[in-house]
Each structure stands twice: as structure tokens, then as C-alpha cells.
């Protein structure tokens, strides 16, 4: 572990870790039904397993994305470690302290998955509560409430504004704003961008990386991987309750082309006829046609043709794998069995 406690230090090339969880795990039981059998009484429950010794490790300063798809998990590790749930087993440390330290809660701001919002509050009283709630006093408010209206960019009418008049990325740009009211070290968002059209999924990523360079450490989750891809440093790829990947997505992207993208105008129908054959992907319209090949050899085949046939190249585009594509490959590894069990209890 190699958090290093506030004070002097020499050694500035240590690496915190802020965030830490070690065998982490959270089955939740419900669903209680009582069966008469004969003389037995059973008393039927279910059990789903939401996290499987999970281990995870966020350094300071990082931009951390927790990805996976819905039911993965990702909702239950943020809770419990945000202490709204107890973990069934495993253990967790923020900030190199126990889950629920007072003084490392003050470090931490926290925009829970659909969270619910008072509706009659204006944005400016919302914020004030909630500045209130973190005991800031009211000279701080009164200076950082305005601040916090640009950081998130919301307009001008924003502040005077009933949150029952906001959109909805105008309600998760104000629960970002309160999730970092208190000036925290470490922000934990849940699904910040879900429910967002692409704009709005711009605009949180943007203020993710603008926290980022104002030194905070962000870790949030998503099951959108092409807004994460463009964002985080690290990554944690969780399906069905366990960690399938962790680490930098240069690691774990291979840096290797995939494939060769090629798209040409006037070729002969002999060359068309032979690159169709080795492509992965083929399309023609009129005089254009586009392929991807495999191979590098056989895109600089088809470059070969395309210069001796005197035809155009429009363009050549090699292509690397996607965090999609690594995701999919990775989540369809995992077992297909389903981990919601019935277990029966005899009463
Ligand atoms: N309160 C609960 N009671 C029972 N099962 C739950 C509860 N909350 C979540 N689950 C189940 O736990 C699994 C993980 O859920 P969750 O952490 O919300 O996933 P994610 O946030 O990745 O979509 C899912 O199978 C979900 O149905
Ligand atoms: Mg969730």
C-alpha cells in the first residue's frame, strides 16, 4: 500500500492510492417467500451475488473509470464505498483509512446514480443547502455558489431557476456542482453521463478532465466506453461482480493495427473483384469501393494497384482497437451462468 499521510515528504515520486479495496464482495439477499410442503414450512430467499473479491486501486489525481455492463456491480462498489451499503465480506480503504473515517468523508464529493432533486428549490438554494449540509460557512458560499454555476457551465438563468425547470443535463451538471461544493480531494460519480445526448456527454467529460487539472482525483462509472475511452487514465472493466481488466488503456488496448481501412476511386473490376476476396469488410458504390484488409501486406498490394492503374486514393486508415471491441472480447469470456440463485432455508 503505498498511501503517504498528509505532511512533509521528500519522496514526490511516491504514488498514492486513494482509493483501495481488497476482496471485495456484496450479496444481497431478498425477495423472502414463505412455501408450505406438506408439514415443512420453507422459507424461500434469493441471493444475488453483486460483487466478487473485488480488487481495485485508484491513484491520486487519475481520472478512474469503473466500467462495466448494468449489473456489473459498479452501483454497489460506489455505495460501499461511500458507505450507503456494507460489504459482505472484503475490505476497503480510502485515503489509506477505513471506510466511514469522519476526516476522509470531507475529502470525498458524490453524485449518486438518478439522483433525486428537491424540485421547488431554485439552483442557487439548492446549492446553498447543500453548502450548508458540508458546513461551509455563509461568506464561503456566497463566493464559491457563482463559481460553481461556471465550473459546470449552467446559464445564467440557472442560479433563479426552480430545478423543476431544469433539463436533464442541466440536473446533472448541478449535481456535479454539489458533489464538489466542499472542494474535495476525491469526486466519485455514478453514471454522470447516462441519460445524455452527446452534447451533454461532452460537457460532463469536459468538466471530469477540467477537475482532473485542478488536481482532484475523479472515479466514476460508465457503460458508455467510447465517452471513458476519451477521458481515463485507468480503467476497471467489471462483469457479473468481478474485475475482468484493470490498468491504463494504452496497456490494455492493443497498441498493434487491426486492420487496414482503405477507400479508392476508378479501380478496375479485376482488382475490385481480387481485393473483395481478402477483405474483411467490402462496399462499393458506383466508381468508389471500401475495404478493410487484415493484412498490411495486402493494403500495400492494393496501394501498388492503385498507383499502376493510375486510380484514387481517398483514404487509408489504420485502425487500432477500440475500448469496445477489448470490452466485448473481455465480457464474453465470463461464464454465461447466471449468479441470482435460489437458496432455501428450513424453518
Ligand atoms: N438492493 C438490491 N437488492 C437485490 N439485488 C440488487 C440490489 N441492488 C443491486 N442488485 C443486483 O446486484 C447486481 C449489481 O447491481 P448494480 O451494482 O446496481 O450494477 P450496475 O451499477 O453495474 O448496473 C445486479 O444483478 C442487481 O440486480
Ligand atoms: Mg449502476
Known amino acids: 500500500m503505498a498511501f503517504r499521510a498528509p505532511g512533509p515528504c521528500p519522496q ?4 498514492m492510492i486513494v482509493i483501495q479495496t481488497e476482496k471485495l464482495s456484496k450479496i444481497y439477499s431478498h425477495d423472502f417467500i414463505d412455501v408450505e410442503y406438506g408439514r415443512i414450512k420453507f422459507n424461500w430467499f434469493r441471493r444475488t451475488v453483486a460483487l466478487e473479491n473485488l480488487d481495485l486501486e485508484v491513484k491520486e489525481g487519475e481520472i478512474f ?3 462495466g455492463p448494468n449489473g456489473a456491480g459498479k452501483s454497489t462498489t460506489i455505495k460501499i464505498l461511500m458507505g450507503i451499503l456494507f460489504a459482505s465480506s472484503g475490505s476497503a480503504k480510502i485515503m489509506g483509512r477505513p471506510l466511514g473515517d469522519k476526516s476522509v468523508k470531507q475529502q470525498i464529493g458524490f453524485l449518486p446514480e438518478n439522483p ?3 424540485d421547488y428549490l431554485k439552483g442557487e438554494e439548492f446549492l446553498d443547502y447543500y453548502g450548508q449540509l458540508y458546513g461551509l460557512p455563509k461568506s464561503v458560499r456566497r463566493k464559491r455558489i457563482p463559481e460553481l454555476f461556471e465550473t459546470v457551465g449552467l446559464p445564467a438563468h440557472a442560479p433563479n431557476l426552480p430545478l423543476k425547470g431544469y433539463s436533464k443535463g442541466m440536473l446533472q451538471r448541478i449535481g456535479v456542482a454539489q458533489a464538489i461544493i466542499s472542494d474535495p480531494k476525491i469526486v466519485v460519480l455514478d453514471e454522470p453521463q447516462s441519460g445524455l445526448d452527446p452534447l451533454g456527454r461532452k460537457e460532463i467529460r469536459d468538466i471530469i478532465l477540467s477537475l482532473k487539472e485542478s488536481g482532484k482525483t475523479v472515479f466514476f462509472s460508465s457503460h458508455i466506453l467510447s465517452d471513458a475511452e476519451l477521458i481515463c487514465d485507468r480503467v476497471a472493466i467489471v462483469n457479473r461482480g468481478r474485475l475482468t481488466a484493470m490498468g491504463e488503456l494504452g496497456h490494455l488496448l492493443s497498441p498493434k493495427v487491426k486492420e487496414y481501412e482503405v477507400i479508392a476511386s476508378g479501380l478496375s473490376k479485376e482488382t475490385v473483384e481480387n481485393v473483395r476476396r481478402n477483405a474483411v469488410k467490402f462496399i462499393e458504390r458506383e466508381n468508389d469501393v471500401l475495404v478493410i484488409l487484415p493484412e498490411e501486406s495486402q493494403a500495400r498490394e492494393l496501394l501498388a494497384k492503385i498507383v499502376q492503374e493510375k486510380a484514387t486514393l481517398v483514404s487509408l486508415t ?7 471491441e477489448y470490452f466485448i472480447r473481455e465480457v464474453s469470456k465470463a461464464p454465461g451462468e447466471s449468479k441470482t440463485a435460489g437458496v432455501a432455508g428450513v424453518r
Not at 12 to 15: A, E, L, R, S
Open 65 to 67: 473509470g469503473l466500467l
Open 318 to 324: 489504420p485502425r487500432k482497437e477500440t475500448l469496445e
Open 12 to 15: 514526490k515520486t511516491t504514488i
Open 116 to 118: 433525486f432533486f428537491y
